[in-house]
């Protein structure tokens, strides 16, 4: 791989993670190859996972909050009768009990408690923290941890297949949702415990029908191609496309020169709220508020000084 200084780059890729793999290090591989001076991701997949991690480049990284908070979608295998410290087959086994006879009527019955505004405990093993530190650090080091419960959104949960002790689900839910976790529940409402030996996230809004890359892709590409980064660069989506969900208010280029520098847009009888703002070129310029009857800008994109 070239070795070239790092760059400016702004723009969005939607990755393939693959498994055995955490977000972080899928994420510095990506920024590696395009030779991204800042990147971060929307909300982390467990190294067993895959699936879609949209990865935001530059001035995307601005937005990169709102996709935390948005619907998202996975599959997910179940194996029944086995219990583990971290509600997956990444750890230990802590319990075995025999399975019940189960048919898909009674499992479905099990899963119907689970869909609506639920309360959900985390895993120990998780990224969420506690005093700053995150809760798998502590339970690594044997600490005792106490994970409150806390409401969450499942929109679907449907039954996909039951083959002896395995089950397969797919699940529709919102920001903070385990599926570890919601597997772990339903393995005890069974039972018997479950823990997730396999897990797809397949999509996350506002990208509803992703095209994904794999990092094998990037690699290749990155190897394969021309001097220069343009095969890459090819690849990214507009920091628009992370907005397509969001309010959306037209200005003028008189007025996007004054948002661009810092200055409120009075009397425009908004309404209130968070909403993207764009110029008549089409071009996104950040973030504004609504407060009453007025636009205030609240994240802008650098370029937006320029407009």
Request: neutral net charge; glycine residues 10%.
């Amino acid at each position: 791989m070239n070795r070239s200084p790092l760059r400016s780059v702004d723009g969005l890729l939607l990755l393939d993670k693959p498994a055995g793999m955490s977000s972080n290090a899928a994420l510095q591989r990506v920024r590696k190859h395009f030779r991204a001076e800042k990147a971060g991701h929307t909300g982390s997949l467990d190294p067993l996972a895959t699936g879609l991690l949209p990865i935001c480049f530059g001035e995307a990284t601005k937005v990169a909050g709102l996709l935390l908070g948005a619907r998202k979608a996975y599959e997910t295998e179940a194996v029944l009768g086995a219990v583990t410290d971290t509600d997956d087959a990444d750890g230990l086994v802590l319990r075995e009990r025999p399975v019940p006879m189960l048919d898909a009527h009674a499992v479905e019955r099990a899963l119907k408690h689970y869909i609506g505004r639920i309360s959900q405990r985390p895993p120990i093993y998780s990224a969420l923290k506690q005093g700053g530190e995150p809760l798998y650090a502590k339970a690594r080091r044997g600490e005792a941890v106490e994970v409150p419960e806390r409401e969450v959104d499942v929109y679907a949960l449907e039954l996909l297949s039951i083959n002896g002790t395995s089950l397969r689900l797919r699940i529709t839910c919102g920001s903070g949702t385990y599926v570890r976790s919601l597997v772990r529940d339903i393995g005890e409402d069974l039972g018997c415990g479950a823990h997730v030996v396999a897990l797809r996230r397949l999509w996350a809004e506002p990208f509803r029908t992703p095209t994904m890359i794999t990092l094998d892709d990037i690699e290749a590409i990155d190897r394969n191609s021309a001097p220069g980064l343009a095969a890459l660069d090819s690849l990214l989506m507009p920091v628009e496309a992370a907005l397509t969900d969001w309010p959306r208010v037209n200005v003028t280029e008189a007025q996007a020169l004054k948002l661009g520098h810092g200055q409120a847009l009075m009397g425009l009888d908004a309404a209130n709220g968070v909403m993207a703002a764009f110029h008549p070129s089409g071009r996104a310029l950040g973030l504004v508020e609504g407060r009453d009857g007025n636009l205030h800008p609240q994240r802008l994109f650098r370029w937006a000084a320029a407009s």
